[in-house]
């Protein structure tokens, strides 16, 4: 997944110069499946709950049948606006699944070695930031032209930055399985 953030991160400023385009959200929404994808398997394969899995099943397909929705139905263009409906719905979905996380360790032994668990620290990671930037998320799309709405993009970097910092800390600390 890191390697595929990088390339895509790569690819989104070679083919903004390349093609001199300004808008280049197709990346985005590419990384947002990619991403919730790759969520919603580490969340299937750490749960031991029968129905927590099937219903990460249900999450991803409702996820990809709103992506059409999305493009049909509310005519955002993927090309110069990103996921709306579908990204609040897998947003929520893996905050839902990470407290849901939170409350199996507590339910059990691990609570004493769970610092030490990777899923911990991208649990809170996520967690933190789909809590702070799913309401920007909602405006994004709506309100991205409006000044008023522009301090909502410090939140998404200050959110961006400390699931990074989570995410750093947690892959230094965790023990390796």
Same mark, same amino acid.
């Given at each position: 997944?890191?390697?595929?953030?990088?390339?895509?991160?790569?690819?989104?400023?070679?083919?903004?110069?390349?093609?001199?385009?300004?808008?280049? #959200?197709?990346?985005?929404?590419?990384?947002?499946?990619?991403?919730?994808?790759? @969520?919603?398997?580490?969340?299937?394969?750490?749960?031991?709950?029968?129905?927590?899995?099937? @219903?990460?099943?249900?999450?991803?397909?409702?996820?990809?049948?709103?992506?059409?929705?999305?493009?049909?139905?509310?005519?955002?263009?993927?090309?110069?606006?990103?996921?709306?409906?579908?990204?609040?719905?897998?947003?929520?979905?893996?905050?839902?699944?990470?407290?849901?996380?939170?409350?199996?360790?507590?339910?059990?032994?691990?609570?004493?070695?769970?610092?030490?668990?990777?899923?911990?620290?991208?649990?809170?990671? #996520? @967690?933190?930031?789909?809590?702070?930037?799913?309401?920007?998320?909602?405006?994004?799309? #709506?309100?991205? +032209?409006?000044?008023?709405? +522009?301090?909502?993009?410090?939140?998404?970097?200050?959110? +961006?930055?400390?699931?990074?910092?989570?995410?750093?800390?947690?892959? @230094?600390?965790?023990?390796?399985?």
């Amino acid at each position: 997944m890191l390697c595929y953030i990088a390339i895509n991160e790569t690819v989104m400023v070679l083919y903004s110069l390349f093609y001199k385009v300004s808008s280049n #959200f197709i990346f985005y929404n590419i990384y947002y499946v990619i991403n919730f994808l790759t @969520l919603f398997y580490l969340f299937k394969k750490t749960n031991k709950s029968k129905i927590i899995i099937s @219903l990460i099943n249900v999450f991803t397909v409702v996820y990809f049948i709103l992506i059409p929705i999305d493009i049909f139905v509310l005519k955002i263009n993927y090309s110069n606006k990103t996921q709306v409906i579908p990204y609040i719905f897998a947003g929520l979905s893996i905050i839902f699944l990470a407290l849901n996380y939170f409350i199996q360790i507590l339910k059990s032994n691990e609570i004493i070695k769970v610092d030490r668990s990777i899923m911990f620290w991208i649990s809170i990671a #996520f @967690l933190f930031y789909y809590l702070a930037f799913s309401p920007i998320k909602i405006s994004q799309n #709506f309100y991205g +032209s409006f000044i008023i709405h +522009s301090y909502l993009y410090y939140i998404r970097i200050i959110a +961006s930055v400390l699931m990074n910092l989570i995410l750093i800390f947690g892959f @230094l600390w965790s023990k390796k399985a």
